[in-house]
């Protein structure tokens, strides 16, 4: 088939051949002469040209049919073209230079002008497509731009592209690059310049031509150049006044009752609930059944009354300070709180499940929570594209472009393991932080510039033209299910009052609040509008608007009849069933049938068939599992891979994330092999234990902590039968996710009733690695353990399991691989769930007397809190003279110290593998039994640090209850500013003296 390329290699053909002497070259400059529109400048317009030509000639000029005839056939340059008839009388009416200039006729020829100019309209065109947000009309108070920029880009002026105004009526074909012709396949510069301003310069700014996918950016062009696209019928627009008259009606009802409560409303964008029932709307009726959201507190009442439709009177409750919670947990305010909820949507008439993600006031830190409880449930339901089950969050405009989790949180979007296959995310811009100018609080022209490393879509719209908004939702919401990819609605609105209802916002905004308090409503705009065109009358409205606050009027009446709150009405996350017939203090049994620690441990030695090229250091290494097998003894590895590969044979998912878990930071794991000649070909012997085992997912996650953390706490709170572990690098670097530790996991079900079994894996271990490579700083998990040092209860058959029902986590510190073993199985074993922090060891996991024996893992074991002495101090314990106390891999170095100092007989050590809560009654009981003993508490973390703040009071309040007189002394570092020191022989000599220090017996 011929292209427009082929001509051009023929005019090139032919120069070379006619170069050959000058009169040849003579000849050639003639004939191109006459054909002064084959340029390169020209290319992509007749290009264009002969594509269309091919398809249909007559969509083409008379004149371009005639020369791409005479191409094809093979006429040589100069000879190709045919002038077109000369214009005489009769063609009347017509004016030649409307489709090109005159002295192009009387040349007969078409000349480089109308190329040019041809060109030019396309230019035109694209820099509307690409810049013509910029100078959108977004912003209802009119102050300014949504980029903050004024200025007209230079793209979008008609002079640069040596136009001028009589050009605006010269008709210029229109390229297959847009749909603002519809039918009509040119048009006038005039029209087409209205309707490209009409598009994409009015209420809406479209950012999308930075987006690398060529048939995405044409999708979204049909969708907002096609003419009509956003007409609404009056039933439509009808269902938006509505919609925009509860959400409005709502705020001013509560202004009205409580005038000066905090309650954070959404005047000034009270769109966003029309906009967010929108794309339930159209979500559902694409086919998703479950929409999981997150947002931050402004808004979220109106959220909970409006589209999730909680009953209005549960709502103002919250309202009175007086009502006191029934039920467990110390509560929340009201504009944090979530909730769960199934009910009909009545545009699609299918159920939907709407949950909202509890919050706290750190706006942004909910997103990754969100994403992963809707990657579990979508997992779990076998939801491999998102069909069914999606997100929502909700941004303040501050918030998004200033807060990093949210570019964590992006970076996930498109990672296999960590996809939501598209979120919708929505931004209430108010056009101002707290008290902060845009101007002051980010470097980019817009809020939402994060989404475009993404490649998403950003839609900016004017938050006080509804129907904009609307038609904007409903192409976010179809966005997201073809293409399976994020979206973002920029709703360009102000913030009626302060920062809250009882702040002042005229200290710092004088101008914007002055216009604020001129600027009518939202919902008085679009009722004016639809009153005015005969949508609708006055009397309808006004029955709407009275019908609605009859509703909350009766609302207020029945929440003063309540006399008490549940903070279980607020459960974003309930497990229907799970705690149904179930012993709540049964301690678990943890141990399994030798048979299965064979299988298990064999098939995780198991070499993979002759195909797969096994790394030879890997062959080792499997082989050495084999081995262990063999000898019925696990290393640490083995140890976790037991507890795993069991709970995996018991129908348990199992989920290890984090940065490089697959191999393990210190290439102790290996759970993923990889074949050494081929690349994608790899295999997990975890997952090949049994044909109905459960699937057992272990991936790499991206350099994050925060964001990556927050995933897998949401991915926890789906279903209480999956074990869900997150593992840091180092410990060390846990802190950077120090707000999803603080706000979620160590405070959750007190707050919101929400348990979580989320497994936190830290490494820790003072190794004369440095300062950021030694801690996971056990002291701050400790520090938020919510029992009281000065209480410890009845220590009778029941207090292990009272105390892990009261505590809010478990903090253990383990010596061997039995012990992970079996606490990891607790984790699901037991009748409820508690997140569960590991500071997991370093140098142990190759230390040879850091094994377990198969015997301590089979039927009939558990996890021991307190591992006491079992050498030669228990044959004498009167005469043992001191007792250590000690967690973690400093007891290896104790017991190899006392040894070398011949004290195995005068000091006995204990070992505290659960440090909270601690084992009070295993703790007496070593005190009993040596009673003579001095007691010391020995660690090698700094004195400030460590479990030493946490155990010592508690431990005097033990020993108080027997001896008033005994008390635990400290051996261990000083007390030290950083972590640890950075120089390797001061660390030996730091270990050296406090290892001296509690042999020392006085």
Aim: net charge negative.
């Amino acid at each position: 088939m011929y292209t427009i390329r082929t001509i051009w290699t023929r005019v090139r053909q032919s120069a070379h051949t006619q170069l050959r002497t000058c009169a040849q070259w003579r000849t050639y400059a003639q004939a191109a002469a006459a054909e002064p529109f084959l340029n390169g400048t020209s290319s992509v317009y007749v290009e264009e040209m002969f594509s269309a030509w091919q398809q249909d000639p007559n969509t083409v000029h008379k004149s371009w049919d005639a020369f791409f005839r005479n191409a094809v056939a093979g006429l040589p340059p100069g000879q190709a073209y045919t002038p077109p008839p000369s214009l005489t009388s009769s063609s009347v009416g017509v004016r030649p230079q409307q489709i090109y200039p005159s002295h192009a006729v009387t040349q007969g020829a078409l000349d480089d002008k109308l190329i040019e100019d041809h060109l030019a309209v396309q230019a035109i065109i694209r820099s509307y497509q690409a810049v013509g947000h910029h100078i959108a009309k977004c912003d209802p108070l009119g102050i300014t731009f949504a980029d903050l920029d004024s200025t007209v880009p230079p793209e979008l002026e008609l002079k640069n592209y040596q136009l001028e105004e009589p050009d605006l009526d010269r008709i210029f074909q229109l390229p297959k690059t847009t749909h603002i012709g519809g039918k009509d396949e040119s048009l006038p510069l005039r029209e087409i310049i209205n309707r490209l301003e009409n598009i994409y310069c009015r209420s809406i700014g479209i950012e999308y031509m930075f987006i690398n996918n060529l048939d995405q950016c044409e999708w979204i062009r049909k969708k907002f150049e096609t003419p009509g696209v956003m007409n609404f019928n009056n039933e439509e627009k009808r269902l938006i006044l509505a919609r925009l008259i509860r959400s409005t009606r709502f705020e001013e009802f509560l202004a009205r009752k409580w005038s000066s409560e905090k309650r954070f409303g959404l005047e000034g964008c009270e769109v966003m609930i029309p906009a967010m029932k929108t794309i339930i709307d159209r979500s559902s009726d694409l086919g998703v059944d479950s929409f999981i959201m997150g947002m931050p507190h402004r808004g979220r009442l109106n959220v909970l009354a409006n589209v999730c439709r909680k009953p209005l009177e549960k709502i103002l409750c919250q309202f009175d300070s007086k009502l006191e919670a029934i039920d467990e947990g110390s509560g929340d305010v009201k504009y944090h709180l979530g909730m769960s909820i199934e009910r009909l949507n009545r545009l699609s008439n299918k159920n939907v499940k709407l949950a909202v993600v509890a919050n706290p006031s750190h706006l942004e830190a909910v997103d990754p929570i969100v994403q992963g409880k809707t990657k579990a449930e979508q997992f779990y339901r076998e939801d491999t594209k998102g069909q069914k089950v999606m997100s929502i969050l909700l941004h303040g405009d501050a918030a998004f472009s200033g807060q990093g989790v949210v570019y964590e949180t992006f970076h996930l979007s498109d990672l296999p393991a960590y996809t939501t296959h598209g979120t919708v995310h929505i931004v209430c811009n108010n056009q101002i932080g707290f008290t902060t100018d845009p101007r002051h609080s980010r470097s980019s022209p817009y809020c939402t510039d994060v989404a475009r490393v993404v490649n998403a879509p950003i839609f900016h719209v004017n938050a006080d033209d509804p129907e904009a908004v609307v038609y904007v939702c409903q192409v976010a919401a179809e966005w997201r299910n073809i293409w399976n990819k994020d979206v973002v609605i920029d709703l360009v609105g102000y913030r009626k009052n302060g920062h809250n209802e009882i702040d002042e916002p005229m200290f710092t905004q004088p101008l914007m609040y002055k216009k604020i308090s001129q600027q009518p409503s939202s919902l008085n705009i679009y009722a004016k509008k639809l009153i005015a065109e005969g949508s609708v009358t006055q009397p309808e409205f006004e029955e709407e608007v009275s019908k609605y606050d009859k509703i909350c009027e009766e609302a207020f009446l029945a929440a003063k009849k309540e006399t008490a709150v549940h903070n279980s009405d607020w459960l974003d996350s309930p497990w229907t069933g799970f705690f149904d017939n179930k012993d709540p203090m049964k301690l678990p049994l943890t141990g399994i049938q030798e048979e299965q620690l064979q299988h298990i441990g064999q098939a995780f030695g198991e070499v993979p068939n002759s195909d797969f090229t096994i790394h030879g250091g890997l062959k080792r290494i499997l082989k050495a599992r084999r081995d262990m097998v063999k000898n019925r003894v696990a290393d640490w590895a083995m140890g976790e891979a037991l507890g795993f590969g069991s709970l995996l044979m018991d129908g348990i998912h199992v989920r290890l994330s984090g940065q490089d878990v697959e191999r393990g930071t210190f290439s102790h794991r290996h759970h993923v092999l990889h074949d050494q000649k081929r690349d994608k070909v790899m295999t997990n012997p975890l997952n090949n234990l049994s044909e109905d085992q459960a699937p057992y997912t272990v991936v790499n996650s991206s350099l994050s902590e925060y964001g990556v953390l927050g995933f897998e706490l949401g991915y926890s709170l789906t279903n209480p039968n999956a074990l869900i572990c997150w593992e840091a690098q180092f410990g060390d670097f846990s802190n950077t996710a120090q707000c999803i530790i603080d706000q979620f996991i160590s405070c959750g079900q007190a707050k919101w009733v929400r348990q979580s079994g989320l497994v936190l894996l830290l490494p820790h271990g003072y190794e004369g690695m440095g300062p950021e490579h030694s801690s996971a700083r056990p002291e701050r998990f400790l520090q938020m353990s919510n029992d009281d040092p000065d209480i410890i209860g009845p220590l009778d058959e029941d207090f292990e399991m009272q105390q892990l029902h009261d505590i809010n986590w478990f903090v253990v510190n383990l010596t061997t691989p039995a012990n992970v073993f079996h606490v990891l199985r607790r984790q699901i074993k037991l009748p409820f769930r508690k997140p569960l922090v590991i500071m997991t060891p370093k140098s142990l996991l190759r230390l040879p007397e850091a094994r377990s024996s198969f015997d301590d893992m089979i039927e009939g074991t558990c996890f021991q809190r307190l591992i006491p002495e079992e050498g030669a101090a228990v044959e004498n314990p009167l005469d043992v003279e001191r007792l250590i106390f000690c967690s973690g891999k400093v007891y290896y170095e104790l017991a190899k110290e006392r040894g070398r100092s011949e004290l195995n007989e005068k000091i006995a050590i204990a070992r505290v593998e659960q440090i909270s809560p601690l084992p009070y009654d295993l703790i007496q009981k070593e005190c009993k039994k040596y009673r003579n003993a001095q007691l010391v508490w020995v660690q090698e973390e700094h004195k400030n640090m460590g479990a030493w703040p946490y155990a010592q009071p508690r431990f005097e309040t033990l020993l108080a209850m027997e001896d008033k007189n005994r008390h635990i002394s400290y051996v261990g570092r000083n007390p030290s500013a950083a972590a640890s020191t950075g120089n390797k022989h001061m660390h030996i000599m730091e270990l050296s003296q406090f290892l001296k220090d509690a042999m020392h017996l006085e």
